[in-house]
């Protein structure tokens, strides 16, 4: 779990690569995080370190493409909502990254799975279901046993 924090505290812009530890990396800390919304230098961090483009981005914020472009032009933070909605892909993205490594993570997540109905990981973790879904297979990769959403 602190390898996934901390994973997430590099997406989210919250640590560099050379600091060891996570720097708001525990749920209070990202819980809190979600709820002031998410900032324009979190959002340019996302969509760097994920390699999103404004339209994946706006899809995983649920937000309209022009939204995302004006928040990362003139600031103004995400609801909490959207924040949400955009902190599961992160969480997601970050846990395929631990699991497969950067660039294989990147290819896996866009890459349509029978195991998710033929959608991609990315696309399946628009929603709270699909997101644990993912989540699971990712962690079959780890175990090497089958298992299902809680």
């Known amino acids: 779990m602190d390898d996934l924090n901390s994973e997430i505290g590099l997406v989210l812009g919250l640590r560099r690569p050379s600091e060891s530890k996570s720097v708001g990396g525990t749920f209070a800390d990202f819980h809190n995080l979600i709820l002031r919304g998410l900032t324009p230098t979190m959002l340019k961090s996302i969509k760097k370190k994920l390699k999103l483009t404004d339209a994946e981005l706006s899809d995983a914020a649920h937000v309209h493409v022009q939204t ?16 949400d909605s955009l902190f599961r892909v992160v969480r997601v993205f970050s846990l395929a990254n631990i699991v497969l490594g950067d660039e294989q993570a990147q290819k896996w997540m866009r890459t349509a799975n029978p195991s998710l109905c033929g959608k991609t990981p990315l696309y399946s973790t628009e929603t709270y ?14 175990t090497g046993q089958k298992k299902e959403p809680s």
Not at 75 to 81: C, Q
Not at 129 to 142: I, S
């Open 129 to 142: 279901p699909g997101a644990e879904k993912v989540c699971c297979l990712l962690e079959e990769m780890t």
């Open 68 to 83: 995302i472009q004006r928040k990362l032009r003139r600031g103004g933070r995400l609801t909490w909502t959207r924040s």
